[in-house]
Nanobody, 126 residues
Framework: QVQLVESGGGLVQAGGSLRLSCAAS????????VGWWRQVPGKEREFVAA????????YLSDSVQGRFAIARDNAKNTMYLQMNRLKSEDTGVYYC???????????????????WGQGTQVTVSS
């Protein structure tokens, strides 16, 4: 089992920045590819960003490319999402997720993730 806890969400004005964190426990963190997803009421969960277990490989959705960055610190069992130049359409509940994969593999498909956090709300006011 892997436990994931997100933090760092909040209310921010459009154009501002936030940094989300996802703290993991329960297994060797570097054995897991991890990622961020977001969801708004009435819509499907949307892929945001992913990073491989080693941290070498990353992948970001087109909607956040150039504004967001994903990183991880395996020594601290923590993953981060730096969000800059936020837009109102970035509003949603942000979830971190983990799935066991080889060190350089990223996961961009929802059902390939095995563990999920409870989510943290991000609200961007225009």
């Amino acid at each position: 089992q892997v436990q994931l806890v997100e933090s760092g969400g909040g209310l921010v004005q459009a154009g501002g920045s936030l940094r989300l964190s996802c703290a993991a426990s329960g297994r060797t963190f570097s054995d897991y590819a991890v990622g961020w997803w977001r969801q708004v009421p009435g819509k499907e969960r949307e892929f945001v960003a992913a990073i491989s277990g080693s941290g070498e490989m990353t992948y970001l959705s087109d909607s956040v490319q150039g504004r967001f960055a994903i990183a991880r610190d395996n020594a601290k069992n923590t993953m981060y999402l730096q969000m800059n130049r936020l837009k109102s359409e970035d509003t949603g509940v942000y979830y971190c997720a983990a799935g066991r994969r080889p060190p350089t593999v990223v996961i961009i498909t929802l059902n390939r993730y095995d563990y999920w956090g409870q989510g943290t709300q991000v609200t961007v006011s225009s």
